[in-house]
């Protein structure tokens, strides 16, 4: 019970602005401006593939950091938004902007599917039912015609900006920075807002949450639906760039992936959840040699951060 | 749908169902005594699988293939599985009993996938063959021929089950067990030690969902490291239809989908391919509409 008992500090409401955060986070940001122009083709695929996970565990973040709802099966929003995306614009010609929307509304209906019934019950149920979540999309995917069965979607058009197409790794490096940008402002300001500091009392102590007027089910379900937005626009973006999809890219290890990251870097904080995210992106090119061994590899760390670093390598003050 | 058709669905739903249910009955424990869904609980009837075949294969060169090999394996695997269930109990639950529900979550995920990852990393991923020689006699009921091997599979799930209940509902341990369920606080103040009590039931549970992986090896006669991923969540689908933490729930559950899948996937506009998105939807219908089960009490989280 300890860490549950511990009472939240007065001001839920840090200093907008620390110079120990922003300092680096800014000198952070200026590297990744201009990384692709010194780095070559290699590098920065993997930095995009860090930013695509940036994107996704600042989303899983805001479920399993803000809102202490373990959600297994994120990849499948993830898939829901690449294949919205990618159905959309292959097979009845959208303009690729057009259809972000739409698979922002897409998550939104798989999450009030998903959510509305399970997070009425203990959060256990939420675990194992997205974990089921996440296989039975995999399983559609590969069976549905419109999805292109096993062998997966092609021909997805590149998106278009302003007449200009994206086409190259560099082209795709900026558009997912612009995405990760995007998205840490999104949780920076709905974790001040009156929403994100609903989530982090749900978190502590739903009693005392529902004690003092906060509807938690309503609460835990714009969490949800958050996070499977977020995702679902990263799945867009992942769409456009890979041209081709397959329901093997949103397996269930995917979503282990990606909640690693959130829990390596500290769960609940936004540098934290980005150090994550890059770890884990390069986790593939580390362990390029392990084979068989790579799953094992990413299971010992898990479950090591969570017996001996609970908090991760970078974790939450407030906490 | 033709009589035949009807028999032999309703044979392949009860033996499936049945192995639902043991596994079922595992998790259902396991949640009774400690409040937390054991996500390794399907890893551990992949794991029970793999030590049946490797004791089927070392016992198989004395006595063959045949019933006598089958039952050593049976029980050295629910042994030594149910022993791994303490380990894992005493090393990944046990420090995280009193950490935030979230932690405790995330370190059961972990423990599941080391058990998966272990597997995938000394098995290569490969599908080992469970060559077992048990023949193919039996009864034939219209033109369905059903085995003695079927029926001793559904008849030995039945009395693992119910020798589990009666431990349950009539020793001294099965009493100490109910009371830790109940409140685990005061069954340490009456003289209960609970850690022993919570180690049993991992040990119990391990062991019934290692016998469902023999079975389940044995009878369909491959073993392969991800067999445990989607039963462990029909487990879960049969311990919600039945009320989880409900003994007599957790095989009325397991059977229940069995026959569900087994008549569902027949249906002429489901298929097999749709049948495991037959299931989750069946969980998720339970789920809206009686999240306590069919034989459970309530669920709904209480602090």
Not at chain 1, 54 to 72: E, F, M, Q
Request: glycine residues 12%; proline residues 3%.
């Amino acid at each position: 019970m300890t860490d549950e008992v511990r009472t939240m500090p007065a001001t839920a409401q840090p200093r907008l602005m620390r110079w120990s955060v922003v300092l680096p986070g800014l000198a952070a940001l200026a590297c990744a401006l201009v990384l692709p122009q010194f780095a070559n083709a290699y590098v920065t695929e993997v930095a995009t593939t860090a930013l695509l996970y940036v994107v996704l565990c600042l989303g899983l973040n805001i479920v399993v950091g803000y809102a202490g709802l373990l959600d297994l099966g994120y990849a499948a929003f993830f898939a829901v938004g690449a294949y919205t995306s990618g159905i959309l614009t292959a097979e009845f010609g959208f303009n690729f902007w057009l259809t972000i929307p739409v698979a922002m509304a897409a998550a939104c209906v798989a999450g009030i599917i998903i959510g509305a019934p399970t997070l009425r019950l203990r959060s256990d149920y939420l675990a194992i039912v997205t974990l089921g979540f996440g296989e039975i999309v995999r399983i559609i995917a590969r069976n549905l015609d419109i999805t292109g069965g096993a062998s997966g979607l092609i021909g997805i058009e590149r998106p278009e900006i302003f007449g200009f197409k994206l086409m190259q790794v560099q082209h795709f490096y900026y558009a997912f920075l612009v995405l990760a940008l995007l998205t840490a402002f999104v949780c920076l300001s709905v974790e001040r807002s009156r929403m994100g500091r609903a989530w982090f009392y749900v978190r502590y102590d739903e009693d005392a949450a529902a004690g003092i007027g906060i509807n938690r089910v309503t609460a835990k379900l714009q969490a949800y639906m958050m996070g499977a937005v977020i995702a679902s626009v990263a799945g867009c973006l992942y769409a456009a760039k890979m041209t081709a999809i397959s329901p093997e890219s949103f397996t269930f290890n995917q979503s282990l992936l990606i909640l690693l990251g959130v829990v390596l870097g500290g769960m609940g904080r936004i540098p934290g959840v980005v150090l994550g995210a890059v770890l884990v992106a390069l986790l593939p090119e580390v362990l390029r040699g392990a084979g068989t061994y790579r799953p094992l590899v990413t299971a010992v760390a898990l479950l090591a951060i969570m017996l001996f670093r609970p908090n991760g390598l970078w974790p939450d003050k407030r906490v | 749908m033709t009589l035949d058709l009807l028999i032999q669905q309703l044979v392949n739903g009860l033996i499936v169902g049945s192995f639902y249910a043991l596994i079922a009955l595992g998790y259902s424990m396991v949640f009774g005594v400690i409040k937390l869904l054991n996500f390794a609980h399907g890893d551990i009837y992949m794991n029970g699988a793999f030590v049946g075949l490797i004791v089927f294969s070392f016992v198989g060169i004395w006595v063959g293939n045949g019933w006598l090999g089958v039952v050593c394996a049976l029980l050295v695997s629910m042994l030594v599985v149910g022993l791994l269930g303490v380990v894992i109990e005493r090393f990944a639950y046990r420090p995280m009993r009193n950490a935030p529900r979230l932690s405790i979550l995330i370190t059961a995920l972990g423990a599941s996938m080391v058990l998966n990852g272990t597997a995938l990393a000394l098995t290569g991923g490969r599908h080992y063959a469970f060559n077992t020689d048990l023949g193919f006699a039996g009864v034939d009921i219209s033109t369905v021929h059903i085995t003695y091997t079927q029926m001793v599979l559904v008849a030995a799930s039945i009395a693992l089950m119910a020798g589990m209940q009666a431990f349950v509902s009539r020793t001294m341990y099965g009493k100490a067990m109910r009371a830790v369920s109940i409140d685990m606080g005061a069954s340490r103040l009456m003289g209960i030690d609970v850690d022993r009590v919570i180690a049993l039931t991992f040990f119990m549970g391990s062991a019934l969902a290692a016998g469902g992986g023999v079975m389940a090896g044995a009878y369909y006669g491959s073993v392969h490291f991800f067999m445990g991923f989607i039963m462990g969540l029909k487990a879960f689908t049969a311990a919600v239809i039945g009320g989880i933490g409900s003994v007599p729930g957790a095989m009325l559950g397991g059977l229940l989908l069995g026959l569900l899948e087994a008549f569902g996937s027949s249906l002429p506009f489901v298929g097999s391919e749709w049948r495991d998105v037959f299931v989750f939807g069946t969980l998720i219908l339970f789920l809206v509409f009686k999240p306590t089960g069919l034989l459970g009490r309530s669920v709904v989280e209480r602090v």
